[in-house]
């Protein structure tokens, strides 16, 4: 069964874009593979094995974590709440976004706190909550290897998700955990990310971007772009 995840993300044809998209060597709008950037100190098998599973995912920003529909609703049903709810949000600046490790992940994160940001995911966390269909056991599963906190727990239990309310941090994944890594190759990582993303264009949130899995470990894609009408 298919599933879909409401994300932050660029504009296609945008710098941010299509600097996102190139580092994790796939165009999540075309499904076309992109070569990644040269990394000296690292071979290309290396960059792209560190940036397995974001790559699979797409350069966004999660808002709702990836859900499945439940059985009275359909895709056509969720465009429909996708144009209600961005019909009445307003665009939210990303202030600065810089290349910051989050845990052991890198990522882009705004430089300062944003509640503005915070405020439209819970929104949509909240919006879509009636049409996410519950976590089966495998997700909940998945989600429990984590080594989630207490809170953490009744977060994943109230909304299917761990990381929301208070636990949200907005980012865009740049790599897989880098736990067990070399430090030297977690430094040269970083400090390209770093050179890689000196971007001026400013980062914007004007709309959701659904995205979709069709199947279990499928690539997901981004289907299409709803605007915010305020």
């Known amino acids: ?13 945008s710098q ?3 600097a996102g998209s190139q580092w994790l060597g796939r165009d999540s709008a075309s499904s076309r593979a992109l070569a990644q950037p040269a990394i000296a100190g690292l071979s290309k098998e ?10 699979r995912y797409g350069f966004h920003a999660t808002l709702k974590a990836p859900f499945r529909l439940t059985q009275s609703h359909t895709l056509p049903a969720l465009e429909q709440a996708l144009l209600s709810f961005c019909s ?3 665009p939210v600046i990303v202030p ?11 990522s882009l994160r705004p430089n300062c706190e944003c509640p503005s940001l915070d405020a439209l995911a819970m929104r949509c966390v909240r919006h879509f909550a009636e049409l996410s269909a519950p976590l089966n056991h495998t997700e909940m599963a998945r989600h429990n290897s984590q080594a989630l906190s207490l ?8 909304w299917g998700y761990p990381y929301t309310e208070e636990e949200y941090r907005f980012h ?3 790599s897989d955990a880098m736990t067990y890594c070399d430090d030297a190759h977690t430094n040269t990582l970083r400090d390209a990310a770093v050179k ?6 400013s980062m914007c949130i004007k709309g959701i971007a659904l995205f979709c899995e069709d199947e279990p470990g499928a690539d997901f894609r981004l289907l299409k772009h709803y605007h915010f009408g305020v």
Do not use: N
Not at 151 to 158: F, I, P
């Open 1 to 13: 069964m298919a599933r879909y995840a409401l994300y932050f993300a660029p504009e296609t044809g």
């Open 16 to 18: 941010w874009w299509l």
């Open 46 to 55: 290396l960059v792209h094995h560190y940036t397995r599973d974001a790559r």
């Open 88 to 90: 009445q949000q307003r």
């Open 96 to 106: 600065s976004p810089q290349v910051l490790w989050m845990g052991s992940f890198l």
């Open 151 to 158: 809170r953490q727990q009744e977060l994943m239990q109230r």
């Open 172 to 174: 865009l994944t740049l």
């Open 196 to 201: 890689h993303f000196q971007i001026t264009e």
